[in-house]
């Protein structure tokens, strides 16, 4: 699958979406048509006809989030996200008594009644040990209800096993060891449908791979800049960012060489875990 140019969405081991890390949402949206795909996808596959309740834990700017509104009209659909920032640009997307947003971290959302859906898009890499954090959700569904979630599946790439070589060089690991990418940080696919399953769930679960077409100067520091670059960023001066973000740059043309054309290609993995409670 071909897209244009857009970002990684997110890196383990960097800081949850509740630290202090600040998120920014003009960066984040410039590539909004691309994080929309695996987000479609993942929708795409819930099966309920008319919720009454929808949530998307971790909303970030909103705008996915309302457009969940047009596929269930009937629906109270209510974004739930950490940051500030992300909350601010979301209010754009409100719309009384059927869009709303709150401010709450995924790791202590707990509703007042039975949820329809629940949904979390490329959030749950953040949090360790997400696969509990899912079947307490897993709970939280009326029956018929559904679960959906989406993580990005490309820890062992080198946009990622670059920049954890970097963090935990010995020119780096004393300053920024504690955001190197972890390998580790989500579960293959048979974990996901084991966690859906052991929370008595009908489990859907599969894999993508999108090959991302990207242009111009140095496109996939580009894609990495808003995500699992930026906790590492923020842990640095002005001098030593610079000096490391240009070894990075210098590893990652190296590694997605541009083609005769121009663009670069960048081959993007995501698992996607859906499931139903019985009715």
């Not at 795409?44 to 700017?61: F, K, M, N, Q, Y």
């Not at 018929?144 to 599946?153: E, F, K, M, R």
């Amino acid at each position: 699958m071909a897209t244009t140019t857009g970002p990684d969405d997110g890196s383990a081991g960097a800081p949850s979406p509740t630290s202090s890390v600040a998120w920014d949402p003009a960066r984040y949206l410039r590539f909004a048509g691309e994080r929309a795909r695996p987000f479609a996808d993942l929708t795409a596959r819930i099966d309920a006809g008319a919720p009454s309740t929808v949530v998307d834990l971790g909303c970030g700017e909103g705008a996915l989030t309302a457009s969940l509104s047009h596929r269930w009209p009937g629906a109270l659909v209510t974004g739930v996200d950490s940051s500030a920032t992300m909350l601010a640009a979301a209010a754009a997307h409100a719309v009384p008594g059927r869009v709303e947003f709150a401010a709450g971290n995924v790791e202590d959302w707990a509703p007042d009644d039975p949820v329809d859906v629940v949904v979390s898009n490329a959030v749950l890499h953040w949090v360790p040990g997400h696969d509990r954090l899912m079947a307490g959700w897993a709970a939280q569904l009326a029956p018929g209800g559904w679960l959906a979630v989406q993580v990005p599946g490309n820890f062992r790439a080198p946009t990622h096993t670059l920049l954890r070589g970097l963090c935990r060089s010995s020119r780096w690991s004393t300053q920024v060891a504690a955001a190197a990418p972890d390998v580790d940080a989500v579960l293959d696919p048979a974990g996901y449908y084991d966690v859906l399953t052991d929370a008595g769930l009908a489990a859907d679960v599969w894999e993508t791979t999108y090959v991302h077409v990207l242009t111009g100067d140095d496109p996939v520091l580009a894609w990495v800049r808003s995500t699992v670059l930026r906790p590492v960023l923020a842990m640095l001066d002005e001098d030593d960012a610079a000096e490391l973000t240009a070894v990075y740059a210098a590893a990652l043309r190296e590694a997605y060489p541009p083609r005769s054309d121009g663009t670069t290609l960048l081959p993007f993995r995501r698992i996607f875990a859906v499931g139903c409670r019985p009715s």
